[in-house]
């Protein structure tokens, strides 16, 4: 790093970029903070037009400043898309002196735009850091985490309403199974009284349900097995009957 005099108001410092320019005093708006020089290459020559690096700055279509020398100051000023200083060129003179366009307090990074053409050829392929675009990422980032977190209640609402409906579905399923079991054992019982009688008065001993005589299911059940069944006498039933 060069040699800075205590006298002027900034410092090389650590930067969120690598190495920056850093306020160490206020710097009142439009205060001349640092003039950006080097060799001046001429694009005419091939020599100078084959020069390639990151530090170059064009004054004009044929003049540009190489400011790759490290007794450049002003090539530790980083680029901001929002930035508190700008870079104030004079042509004719062929000088860039970098001047505050708001005031700037100590410790606060110095920075200004390097234009678009520097942007898109150095800073878009590996994305800008300066506050205001880490300020728009995290911006994005939490929109992001949002917006998954709202898709993540959303399908489990989803999850919720299908189970409460499948729940309902399967809670009504199993009442008609009832109902019909039911129903289907109501239609077993309707021929059988609890006292063993059937309704059409035919009783499970083989007699009517009057008692008078074997019935046609008596009968039947006495001819298959080889029992003779006699009916009683009408006066045998009455004198028997008790006074």
């Known amino acids: 790093m060069p040699a800075i005099s205590p006298n002027k108001p900034y410092r090389v410092g650590r930067s969120r970029t690598g190495l920056g320019l850093f306020a160490t005093k206020p710097i009142k708006k439009g205060t001349r903070i640092a003039r950006y020089f080097g060799p001046l290459l001429d694009s005419k020559k091939k020599k100078d037009d084959a020069i390639e690096n990151k530090y170059l700055f064009e004054l004009n279509n044929r003049w540009t400043i190489d400011g790759s020398v490290r007794e450049n100051v002003a090539r530790y000023i980083n680029h901001a898309c929002k930035p508190?200083?700008?870079?104030?060129?004079?042509?004719?003179?062929?000088?860039?002196?970098?001047?505050?366009?708001?005031?700037?307090?100590?410790?606060?990074?110095?920075?200004?735009?390097?234009?678009?053409?520097?942007?898109?050829?150095?800073?878009?392929?590996?994305?800008?850091?300066?506050?205001a675009c880490e300020k728009k990422r995290r911006k994005k980032r939490a929109e992001a985490r949002a917006e998954r977190l709202r898709l993540k209640l959303k399908a489990e609402r989803k999850a919720q309403r299908k189970a409460?409906?499948?729940?309902?579905?399967?809670?009504?399923?199993?009442?008609?199974?009832?109902?019909?079991?039911?129903?289907?054992?109501?239609?077993?019982?309707?021929?059988?009284?609890?006292?063993?009688?059937?309704?059409?008065?035919?009783?499970?001993?083989?007699?009517?349900?009057?008692?008078?005589?074997?019935?046609?299911?008596?009968?039947?059940?006495?001819?298959?097995?080889?029992?003779?069944v006699r009916s009683r006498p009408k006066q045998d039933r009455e004198s028997r009957a008790p006074a």
């Open 164 to 228: 409460e409906k499948l729940a309902k579905a399967n809670e009504k399923a199993i009442e008609r199974a009832e109902a019909k079991l039911k129903q289907k054992l109501n239609g077993k019982a309707n021929g059988v009284h609890l006292n063993g009688k059937s309704l059409n008065g035919h009783g499970a001993n083989g007699y009517g349900a009057n008692g008078h005589g074997p019935s046609a299911a008596g009968k039947i059940l006495a001819a298959k097995s080889g029992i003779s």
């Open 84 to 131: 508190n200083a700008e870079s104030d060129v004079k042509p004719r003179k062929r000088k860039v002196f970098i001047r505050a366009i708001k005031r700037i307090e100590p410790g606060e990074e110095i920075n200004y735009d390097y234009g678009t053409d520097y942007f898109k050829a150095y800073l878009k392929p590996i994305g800008c850091k300066c506050d």
